[in-house]
């Protein structure tokens, strides 16, 4: 059974148009991520949050945003999106910050028109 | 700050060579060790992970990985490998002090049939 969950799996929005993606989990984990990650790249995290403590990545543009409402979710907003967006966007959860392994949802592949 | 790197942006085998991807990283602290693969289209997988205790870690698919604090490596490997085991092997570092993962830029393997 899936354990973390992305939807949708694929997201077209139009250029400066804002988008919203989501990531639920059914393993009461604490903490849950969210990486960008482009062709032939590594994962690069984006932010997360610990419990309801969110914690940005000092080089995460002003225009992605992130809401934890409660254990299971965590959306990723992306307000204006640009061409440079375009991008797999990844969810995982862990049970701590240190030491325990991340969980990686299937992903969102984003495409700006 | 820590940095991964991983020693080959491409390997390409025939089916039943063997298989070594180096990794190695920058912190001197106290890490956290994991090698995940990503199949084509899917999400990315823990294939093994080292805490502490035996250098010598066995995780799924007949993969292992042996971690050298002197030569700051986790290199993974597998004594035969198969046509299914073509995927992006990413190697990523969690020191224990710190908060995130750091993964490595990636490793393709593509197994020949």
């Known amino acids: 059974d899936a354990m973390v969950i992305q939807n949708p799996r694929y997201q077209v929005t139009q250029f400066g148009k804002p988008v919203t993606l989501s990531c639920s989990q059914t393993?009461?984990?604490?903490?849950m991520y969210w990486y960008q990650q482009k062709s032939s790249q590594a994962p690069k995290l984006l932010f997360h949050y610990y419990d309801k403590d969110f914690n940005n990545e000092a080089d995460t543009p002003d225009n992605f945003q992130s809401r934890r409402p409660n254990t299971s979710f965590c959306f990723l907003d992306i307000r204006s999106p640009g061409l440079g967006d375009a991008a797999m966007y990844l969810c995982?959860?862990?049970?701590?910050?240190?030491?325990?392994?991340?969980?990686f949802g299937d992903g969102t592949r984003l495409s700006i028109l | 700050a820590q940095s991964v790197s991983q020693h080959n942006h491409h390997v390409i085998l025939s089916e039943a060579a063997s298989l070594e991807l180096g990794c190695n990283y920058s912190?001197?602290?106290?890490?956290?060790l994991f090698w995940y693969v990503q199949y084509p289209g899917q999400h990315l997988q823990l294939l093994l992970k080292?805490?502490?205790?035996?250098?010598l870690v066995k995780g799924i698919k007949g993969f292992e990985a042996e971690f050298i604090k002197s030569k700051f490596s986790f290199n993974l490997r597998k004594p035969s490998v198969q046509w299914s085991d073509t995927a992006e092997y990413f190697c990523?570092?969690?020191?224990?002090?710190?908060?995130?993962?750091?993964f490595g830029p990636g490793t393709r393997l593509s197994v020949l049939p």
């Open positions: 995982a959860t862990s049970r701590e910050r240190l030491g325990q392994p991340q969980h």
């Open positions: 080292y805490f502490s205790g035996d250098p």
């Open positions: 393993l009461n984990h604490n903490v």
């Open positions: 912190y001197g602290g106290t890490v956290n």
């Open positions: 990523a570092v969690n020191a224990n002090y710190g908060q995130n993962f750091v």
